[in-house]
């Protein structure tokens, strides 16, 4: 006779996959993060996705099973094949700069048993940032902030620190790393399949990491225009419907609106001191004023936020570089919603009916 109550108390094995590429500088942390957790039953599946670095070397100093990827496959691709070699029955998906404290691996498995309709789960990064120059602490708290404030029940996922169960994994295929060979937003696109077919997604709140990752206005320009926005906006236009959570809530979509108002404003207002436009100033700059204020009363909660966490000075700081980030995410948005529209079968029939 088989003990049903005592297999489902039994401490689920955990498979915790980190792909990575030249992570010389902190994979060494994020594994001894991993070597100090307070849940025992679990393995750790390093996937090198062709490091040209010392993480070989690493790795067998850690004691981690080590993958070679067969080729270049990004980082979707390299946790699949970590995924081919997993014995978990849940897989633990932990990026190469994100260090977890001792609790996390046990919160994913205590999530799982006790919901067994769970799919995944993921969390966020914590609110002290290893790195302290500016666009380090900033980009990283307003992940904390943003992932902290939205509901717990998901639409999405989220790779840098999430874990799935490895029957729902298998059934869905995993990430999609064909169409995202490089980092992108493969995680994203899987939650989205997930959501879509009734899967539940859990956004843990207590679930949070430490992020080793050092930001610059390069780095980040190309990860949010490239990497984030160019492909999220083609997923939403190819599934015709935009999520209302996390950083494309209602709020966010009328500040992207208020910040082109504001940029407007003070073009026209340029171009009617330097004389090339004779229309009245008065009135673009009191929309500008007005959409200012707005924008200020629309995300007071998150520049409350950064006073108490980096004080005032920090805050003032935060509010233009926020106000940026609306402004390139809104042109991507509307660039490529341009380019999608025109080039659209039916875009390409009405050019061929009118040319006939």
């Not at 620190?161 to 790393?177: L, Y």
């Not at 106000?323 to 509307?334: N, R």
Request: include cysteine; hydrophobic fraction near 45%.
């Amino acid at each position: 006779m088989v003990d049903h109550s005592s297999r489902a108390n039994a401490p689920q094995k955990l498979s915790v996959i980190v792909p990575v590429r030249n992570g010389g500088m902190t994979l060494a942390r994020c594994l001894q993060g991993l070597a100090e957790s307070d849940y025992s039953h679990f393995e750790v599946i390093v996937v090198d996705d062709w490091s040209t670095d010392n993480t070989p070397q690493i790795v067998e100093r850690s004691g981690a099973q080590f993958l070679r990827a067969p080729q270049p496959m990004g980082p979707g691709g390299a946790r699949n094949w970590g995924a081919r070699h997993a014995t978990g029955e849940i897989m633990v998906f932990v990026v190469a700069d994100v260090v977890v404290p001792p609790e996390i691996l046990r919160l994913f498995a205590e999530d799982f048993l006790d919901d067994p309709d769970l799919a995944a789960v993921f969390g966020s990064y914590d609110d002290t940032p290893a790195r302290q120059n500016f666009l380090s602490q900033y980009k990283n708290l307003m992940h904390h902030y943003v992932h902290q404030i939205s509901s717990e029940s998901a639409v999405t996922f989220w790779a840098g620190c999430g874990a799935m169960r490895k029957a729902v994994f298998d059934e869905f295929g995993g990430f999609d790393a064909e169409k995202y060979p490089q980092p992108s937003i493969e995680d994203i696109a899987l939650g989205h399949r997930l959501h879509v077919a009734g899967r539940k997604i859990r956004l843990d709140k207590r679930i949070q990491a430490k992020h080793l990752k050092r930001w610059t206005l390069r780095s980040l320009l190309r990860a949010d225009i490239y990497c984030r926005a160019v492909p999220w906006t083609k997923l939403i236009l190819e599934s015709r419907k935009i999520p209302r959570d996390l950083n494309l809530a209602y709020a966010s979509q009328l500040s992207a609106f208020l910040v082109v108002g504001v940029l407007t404003s003070f073009v026209l207002i340029g171009l009617h001191v330097v004389g090339l436009m004779r229309l009245p100033w008065l009135p673009p700059l009191a929309a500008m004023v007005a959409a200012m204020i707005a924008l200020l009363a629309l995300n007071w909660d998150v520049y409350r936020f950064f006073f108490r966490k980096r004080g005032f000075w920090f805050a003032t700081r935060v509010v233009p570089a926020h106000w940026f980030y609306y402004l390139y995410s809104s042109a991507t948005f509307a660039l490529c919603a341009a380019i999608h529209f025109t080039s659209s079968p039916m875009s390409s029939a009405r050019r061929v009916t009118k040319q006939g």
